[in-house]
């Protein structure tokens, strides 16, 4: 199994970048698709972004302001917040599978999250 961490949450406040990484041991990331997911409190989990071998995909309330990208010297993916507003605010949370059927769903291990908070 893939052991995953999440780093880089914070407080911002809108318009403001961020940049979060998920940092992989116990196997190489470049083996696998990468998901971000996010949640909050009594809410479901919702889709973010997620990266293959081939391509990248992001939720429309995301496109054009996040970036997937994969660091293999460091076997870490980052996702780079760019414009955040206060709907962003979340706890996120990165997830790796070894295929690339449908890269919404179906990930099998999970970081423990990190927490992005977004002030008006």
């Known amino acids: 199994q893939v052991n995953l961490v999440e780093s880089g949450g914070r407080v911002v406040q809108a318009g403001d970048s961020l940049t979060l990484t998920c940092d992989a041991n116990g196997d190489t990331l470049r083996r696998y698709s990468i998901g971000w997911f996010r949640q909050a409190p009594g809410k479901d989990r919702e889709f973010v972004a997620a990266i293959s071998w081939i391509t990248t995909v992001y939720e429309d309330s995301v496109k054009g302001r996040f970036t997937l990208s994969r660091d293999n010297d460091k076997n870490a993916v980052h996702l780079k917040m760019n414009n955040v507003i206060p709907e962003d605010t979340d706890i996120y949370y990165c997830?790796?599978?070894?295929?690339?059927?449908?890269?919404?769903?179906?990930?099998?291990?999970w970081g423990q999250g990190t927490q992005v908070t977004v002030s008006s």
């Open positions: 997830a790796a599978k070894r295929d690339s059927y449908d890269l919404r769903a179906e990930y099998g291990n």
